[in-house]
């Protein structure tokens, strides 16, 4: 173990010079790793660009931004004292009780005095002779690492529209992904929100209850279901407290980290009144995930998905009034390829007179303006505009820090043509590099927290299998990186989701390699290869006493 020795300074506090483990970002992945380093008696530091804890649930204060994951499931699970000790108020909570249970984890278990808020860390490089990452921050931190861990998060480096004219407008503008601290008072505005994807659809309805007028420019339309959210009740919660560590089991052994019963029949086969019976309940139930499992086969067979997409189709033209308006909100693409959303009152807000929607597949943008935006069929003048336009996700904030690995090859160079890892925890030529939920895991197609965990607790154990076995370096085999990217993308094949311009596939992003990143083969089977890999020696990864002997420089 390094003792932290020299010190660099960074705010009131000094950063040590040198860690066992340096730790970017201290969302729910940052917070839990320090937790279980310190618990390993490591040194740790973990720098935080924000000024607190909470990671995504600190930047996305946008209104209405809540988890669509249930708040008893979306919680740690690695300290029975604190599943037990926290009150949640809501089934879905919002983004502020979120905050507060981040906070309290923080807290709890004094993790605050090794995090560096305020502090971005823009490069890390590999340093081969000394088997150390030297990890750069923008207060010119300098710390030397035996271990680089990126817990950046999925969807955290976001995105603007590319459109000209953006620095043009003289109103004010907001990105959900970086929301305002103080309140944001929309009374009496004219607001254009562009993006409808989950950000946008939950702060629709929001945002048009305190606006004069808000018009929604929609480029492709979501598939929302209703959340049915609600105040939990005590008996509710009582019950899943008694019951934790069975609920916990199953969460881990699921597709999505969300325990369903597992469908028995395909979709085609059962007559239309079943069906329809199966996917009125689905819908009643306030479930992200009921009504893609319904049936066997509506992820993988276009003829079974298309049951679900004409059902949500009708729901949609029930509810929203105007008929060209229900049509526009129509998605073509399959049901559950693009994230589906979680709403509450999303489509009834169209039938509001203060809500306009754009169709910008007729009438794309063509700029924005100083009045506004501007589409092929005219300029629409705002006193404020909203971009709800999502991520660079999954490699946006990996390559977007100047990582260098082996030879000083940077991680935007190796994943030039889509990221290349093992298990998504790893990448060859970065040795001693993880990422939590990284590409090619099943991370952004889990209840995130899940998948979190378990990565962090594969870290925390690959570290320690090092340091017992007097070991210093951990990196994937080229071979089997490249089997497990080829069986990332096999998995993917089977099913629909590449049928979706979708940031799934990189295709929000122009000049993005198209491929499908997250792994589709459930969160239950994912765990059980991880853990064969590490049981077996950590089976497809070179494990080095002093660093791959054949890397070394000449001069060594
Ligand atoms: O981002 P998105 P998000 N011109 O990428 C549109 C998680 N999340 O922030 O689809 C016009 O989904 C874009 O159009 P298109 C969740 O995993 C969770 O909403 O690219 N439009 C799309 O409509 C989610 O999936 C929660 O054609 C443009 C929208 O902007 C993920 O984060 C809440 C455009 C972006 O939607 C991302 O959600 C919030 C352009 N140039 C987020 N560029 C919960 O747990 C983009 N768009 C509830």
Redesign the pocket.
Known sequence: MSAPDEQTQSGPRAVPGSVDVAVVGAGFSGMYLLHRLREMNLSAVVFEAGTDVGGTWYW?RYPG????VESLAYSFSFSEELEQEYEWEERYPTQPEILRYARHVADRFDLRRDIFFGTRVTAAAYDERDAAWLVRTDRGDAVTARFLVMATGC?SFSKL???PGLERFRGATFH??HWPHEDVDFGGMRVGL???????V?SIPVIAEQAADLTV?Q??PAYSLPARNRRLRPDEIADMKAGYRAFRKAQRESGFGVPVAPATKSALEVSDEERDTAFEAAWESGSLVNLLTAYTDLAVDLAANDTAKRFVHGKIRQIVKDPQTAEDLCPAYPFGTK?PC?DTDYYETYNRDNVHLVN?LRTP?VEITEKGVRTSAGEYAFDAIVY????DAMTGSLTNVDIRGRGGVSLKEAWSAGPRTYLGISSAGFPNMFMITGPGSPS?LSNMVVSIEQHVDWVADAIDHLDRHGLTTIEPEPQAQDAWVDHVNLVGGFTLYPKA?S?YMGA?VPGKPRVFMPYAGGVGEYRKKCDEVAARGYEGFSLSPDGPAQQRPADD
């Open positions: 996305n931004a809540r988890v669509d969807l529209p590319e459109v959900t992904a562009i993006g409808t994807g989950s950000s946008g939950q420019f480029r492709t994230r979680l910008l943008i709800a336009t999502g991520f952004v311009n940031w929000n």
